[in-house]
């Protein structure tokens, strides 16, 4: 009788050790193993690759600061997914291979420090997060995962299929080209875009964002605007002064950004579309 107990009991120990084992987060999500480790995201709500290729492309011809190259583009959802990756050129190698990766950051920059009522452009952190700012470790803060962003195959990137398309990068690029994206006053994800100037990054991105229609902000952000235009709440601030005491240099408003190529062939900031409300 004693063995057979000892028996009974070894198989509630399995039985119990696999209901524990299906209930854990190795077995939680059945969808995301058959992904390979993609997560769910709010990707349907926002632009897909077609026609974030599309807006970039109009952008690229119509802004033509900088040294108007061809640009990279990356949406990715509120919880930081990526949805789309986009070139305006050819093909992958028209543009700067390295801009990939940095608009993907951008976007994911953006994404991690504006809400639905606080914009902040990745230009606007330019200053902040330089040496002696009181935002400077952001980056160290929160590193990009590289085996997203160097996930092959090559010759996806940029494509519907680019290897960083479901998962999350990580990181963060604080100079000009990335934004916050709003739909009817809330922030639904965000925007990055690389390859040229940040200055033109700013630009491009900008001029993208307003193509999809995703710079629907609420009412609110035109009180605090960050950049002083309630036009243009998260714009990029031209207000860099040489810094008496060295460093990268000082801003009045304290969310500046430096010219770019010395101030030539810079782009108009006070040109670029306004924003909704």
């Given at each position: 009788?004693?063995?057979?107990?000892?028996?009974?009991?070894?198989?509630m120990?399995?039985?119990?050790?696999?209901?524990?084992?299906?209930a854990?987060?190795?077995?939680a999500?059945?969808?995301?193993?058959?992904?390979?480790?993609?997560?769910a995201?709010?990707?349907?709500?926002?632009?897909?690759?077609?026609?974030?290729r599309t807006?970039?492309?109009?952008?690229?011809?119509?802004?033509?600061?900088?040294?108007?190259?061809h640009?990279?583009?990356?949406?990715?959802?509120?919880?930081g997914?990526?949805?789309?990756?986009?070139?305006?050129?050819?093909?992958?190698?028209?543009?700067l291979?390295g801009a990939?990766?940095?608009?993907a950051q951008?976007?994911?920059?953006?994404n991690?420090?504006?809400t639905?009522?606080?914009?902040v452009?990745?230009?606007?952190?330019?200053?902040l997060?330089?040496?002696?700012?009181?935002?400077?470790?952001?980056?160290q803060?929160?590193?990009?995962?590289?085996?997203?962003?160097?996930?092959?195959?090559?010759?996806?990137?940029?494509?519907?299929?680019?290897?960083?398309?479901?998962?999350?990068v990580?990181g963060?690029?604080?100079?000009?080209?990335?934004?916050?994206?709003?739909?009817?006053?809330?922030?639904v994800?965000a925007?990055?875009?690389g390859?040229?100037t940040?200055?033109?990054?700013?630009?491009?991105?900008?001029?993208?964002?307003?193509?999809?229609?995703?710079?629907e902000?609420n009412?609110?952000?035109?009180?605090f605007p960050?950049s002083?235009d309630?036009?243009?709440p998260?714009?990029?601030?031209?207000?860099v002064?040489?810094?008496?005491?060295?460093?990268?240099?000082?801003?009045?408003?304290?969310v500046g950004?430096?010219?770019?190529?010395?101030?030539?062939?810079?782009g108009d900031?006070?040109?670029?579309?306004?924003?909704?409300?």
């Open positions: 009788m004693k063995t057979v107990a000892n028996q009974r009991r070894s198989w120990v399995l039985i119990l050790s696999g209901l524990c084992l299906l854990s987060p190795v077995f999500d059945d969808d995301e193993r058959r992904r390979g480790g993609r997560e995201s709010q990707c349907k709500h926002l632009p897909n690759h077609h026609a974030l807006a970039l492309q109009d952008a690229v011809a119509e802004e033509t600061s900088g040294y108007d190259f640009m990279w583009a990356t949406i990715i959802d509120r919880d997914i990526v949805c789309a990756v986009a070139f305006s050129g050819a093909d992958r190698h028209s543009q291979l990939r990766v940095i608009s951008k976007a994911n920059a953006a991690s420090f504006s639905d009522l606080f914009a452009s990745t230009a606007n952190s330019y200053t997060t330089q040496p002696g700012g009181w935002g400077y470790g952001l980056l803060g929160n590193p990009v995962d590289t085996d997203v962003i160097y996930k092959g195959p090559a010759r996806r990137f940029g494509k519907r299929n680019d290897p960083m398309t479901g998962r999350r990580g963060g690029i604080f100079f000009g080209g990335g934004l916050a994206l709003y739909d009817g006053g809330k922030m994800g925007l990055g875009a390859g040229d940040p200055c033109a990054d700013h630009m491009i991105a900008w001029r993208v964002r307003h193509a999809l229609s995703l710079d902000f009412p609110l952000v035109a009180f960050t002083g309630p036009d243009r998260d714009n990029i601030v031209y207000d002064v040489p810094n008496p005491n060295g460093g990268a240099g000082f801003s009045p408003s304290g950004h430096t010219d770019c190529l010395g101030g030539f062939n810079q900031e006070t040109a670029l579309p306004k924003v909704r409300y």
